[in-house]
């Protein structure tokens, strides 16, 4: 992905989170808080006109509506066969319904 960003912190220093522009709807995957605000305060400066979070992301939801956001529709999390592990809180941008 030539067109990805990521956030790198800590000491030693790691990538803390990822955007990739150019999948789907830009998807933004962040390891905590500072990392995925950051990212997704990036992907809204260039211009974004529609974010997809999880319902969970509680970090998100208040940045984007801080940032003049609202909620025009919701669905739920469809799954085949045994639900899948995973954690919502991390997802700062959904890339496609099939990812993230």
Do not use: H
């Not at 990805?4 to 808080?33: C, K, Q, S, T």
């Not at 045994?82 to 319904?97: D, M, Q």
């Amino acid at each position: 992905f030539p067109t990805a960003w990521v956030y790198v912190a800590g000491e030693p220093a790691m990538v803390r989170g990822f955007y990739l522009p150019d999948l789907g709807g830009g998807l933004v995957i962040a390891l905590d808080a500072e990392a995925g605000v950051a990212l997704l305060d990036y992907k809204l400066s260039q211009g974004t006109a529609t974010v997809v979070i999880p319902s969970a992301n509680a970090v998100a939801r208040d940045l984007l509506v801080q940032r003049g956001f609202s909620e025009y529709a919701s669905a739920p999390r469809m799954v085949l066969g045994p639900e899948v592990a995973w954690k919502a809180e991390l997802v700062f941008s959904r890339g496609a319904g099939y990812c993230g």
